[in-house]
């Protein structure tokens, strides 16, 4: 992550990962949904930020 800790709205993650706003904020919430199945154990790394977005953490909380 460029900004460990940061809140990334759905949006800047639509700018930054398919480079235009592509299908809605959904499109992110089912990526997410499939990167935290993968994560197993270690989802805790993508936190969901109600009404925000998504934060990146590198400590179990």
């Keep these: ?3 460990p800790g940061s809140v ?7 700018r930054e ?3 235009q706003p592509f ?5 992110v919430d089912v990526v ?12 805790w790394v993508i936190r969901t ?3 925000h977005g998504y934060q990146y953490n590198d400590t179990e909380s």
């Design 32 to 43: 997410v949904r499939g990167l935290r199945r993968k994560l197993g154990g270690n989802a």
């Design 23 to 27: 299908g809605g904020s959904n499109v």
């Design 17 to 19: 990962v398919w480079k």
């Design 8 to 14: 990334v709205t759905r949006d800047e993650l639509l």
């Design 49 to 51: 930020v109600k009404g």
């Design 1 to 3: 992550s460029q900004r």
